[in-house]
Structure formats: structure tokens, C-alpha cells
T-cell receptor
Framework: AQTVTQSQPEMSVQEAETVTLSCTYD???????LFWYKQPPSRQMILVIR??????QNATENRFSVNFQKAAKSFSLKISDSQLGDTAMYFC????????????FGTGTRLKVLA | GAVVSQHPSRVICKSGTSVKIECRSL??????MFWYRQFPKQSLMLMAT?????????EQGVEKDKFLINHASLTLSTLTVTSAHPEDSSFYIC????????????FGPGTRLTVL
């Protein structure tokens, strides 16, 4: 069975600093997709970044980047120049290519950006 | 693009009544929609997968007679909580998948259900 683990329930970072959120996963599939979603206090799930397993290059979206280590099954999210609006729950998600299109979510990391 | 709406955003009902929640993909056709339930400070729990024109597939432990799902068109899925009880109070989120190669789900803003 596929699993996603986020080992950091809560983190905090000073405004303008950099923070890294960890995510590990377990799968026997060779091709799959990984995502980071942000859920602010409004509870709207917002896609932050997406990585395709067959791409070796790490995905980046402005201040957000990932460190994708396929062999280690690790998918961490780096937030640079943290802003107060980054305060949210962050969920790591996995989806295989077996056709069910179901996400496997991690338990989430609550990030607080401090002024 | 890829906007998903949910209605209502908040609903309060009496125990024993039924509540319908709508999920719409506004600017794309959703071949598959998903319904999640989220308890406070927890992750999303998948309840069921809904494909247009066919019966929903429920996750283990989810009562299909309690949570009725209808995916009547490529832009609309509904979740009806039948004979709601206080333990059904929760935050319900839908997502929609457009197919193709992106495998990305787009989420609605959620519905907070409170059963008195």
C-alpha cells in the first residue's frame, strides 16, 4: 500500500527566512506524481507545486521549490523569503498512475510565519 | 482556470433532516469528482470517487446509504447527507479531475455542516 508521511506536525519560521517541510512516501510504482497543497485558515486547498516522478529536475514555482529524491522516496518543500500569507497547513500528496486517480495525503504540517 | 465551486459554504440543520451539497467545475469538464471529509486539524479523508454517469465508489467504512452521491453531468456532482446526525457535523470538500496527463485535482472551497 502507498503511504505518505509528514513527520513535522508544526513548524514556525521568521518572516523573510527560508523553511523546509519534509515528506516521505512509499510506493512500488515507478511513475507517479507528487504534490504540495496549502490550506490557509479559509480551508481552501490551493495547489502549491507539482512534481512528475519521471522528471529528474526539481519543480519550482516562484518562492516554492522541491527537493525530489526518488531513490530515497523523499519530496521536501522549500519556501524562500517566507511571508505572513504563507501561514497555513501544508499537505503532501501522492498519486500513482494505476488509474484510480486517488490522492494519498500526508497528515499535514502546520506552518506559522512569524512577523 | 480550473475553478471548482461548492454550495452551500455553510449549513446548519436539525437532526434527522437531509442536506444536499453541490460541487461544480466552472471552467472545465470533470470526468471524476471526489468527496472528502475533514475533521479539525486533520488531513482530508476520502469518502468516495464519483464518475459521470456511473455509480460512485465508496471508501471502506463510508456508508453509501448515508452519503448519497450523484454525478449527473461533467460539471456537477452532489453529496446528500441523509438523516443527518450530530456526528455527521464536519467540513466536506469536493475536488474535480479533468483527465488527461496532469493528474491534478482542483478543490472546492468546502462546506461546513453543523447538525444540531
Amino acid at each position: 500500500a502507498q503511504t505518505v508521511t509528514q513527520s513535522q506536525p508544526e513548524m514556525s519560521v521568521q518572516e523573510a527566512e527560508t523553511v523546509t517541510l519534509s515528506c516521505t512516501y512509499d510506493t512500488s510504482e515507478n511513475n507517479y506524481y507528487l504534490f504540495w497543497y496549502k490550506q490557509p485558515p479559509s480551508r481552501q486547498m490551493i495547489l502549491v507545486i507539482r512534481q512528475e516522478a519521471y522528471k529528474q529536475q526539481n519543480a519550482t514555482e516562484n518562492r516554492f521549490s522541491v527537493n525530489f529524491q526518488k531513490a530515497a522516496k523523499s519530496f521536501s518543500l522549500k519556501i524562500s523569503d517566507s511571508q505572513l500569507g504563507d501561514t497555513a497547513m501544508y499537505f503532501c500528496a501522492f498519486i500513482g498512475t494505476s488509474g484510480t486517480y486517488k490522492y494519498i495525503f500526508g497528515t499535514g504540517t502546520r506552518l506559522k510565519v512569524l512577523a | 482556470g480550473a475553478v471548482v465551486s461548492q454550495h452551500p459554504s455553510r449549513v446548519i440543520c436539525k437532526s434527522g433532516t437531509s442536506v444536499k451539497i453541490e460541487c461544480r467545475s466552472l471552467d472545465f469538464q470533470a470526468t471524476t469528482m471526489f468527496w472528502y471529509r475533514q475533521f479539525p486539524k486533520q488531513s482530508l479523508m476520502l469518502m468516495a470517487t464519483s464518475n459521470e454517469g456511473s455509480k460512485a465508489t465508496y471508501e471502506q467504512g463510508v456508508e453509501k446509504d448515508k452519503f448519497l452521491i450523484n454525478h449527473a453531468s461533467l460539471t456537477l456532482s452532489t453529496l446528500t447527507v441523509t438523516s443527518a446526525h450530530p456526528e455527521d457535523s464536519s467540513f466536506y470538500i469536493c475536488s474535480a479531475y479533468s483527465g488527461g496527463t496532469t493528474d491534478t485535482q482542483y478543490f472546492g472551497p468546502g462546506t461546513r455542516l453543523t447538525v444540531l
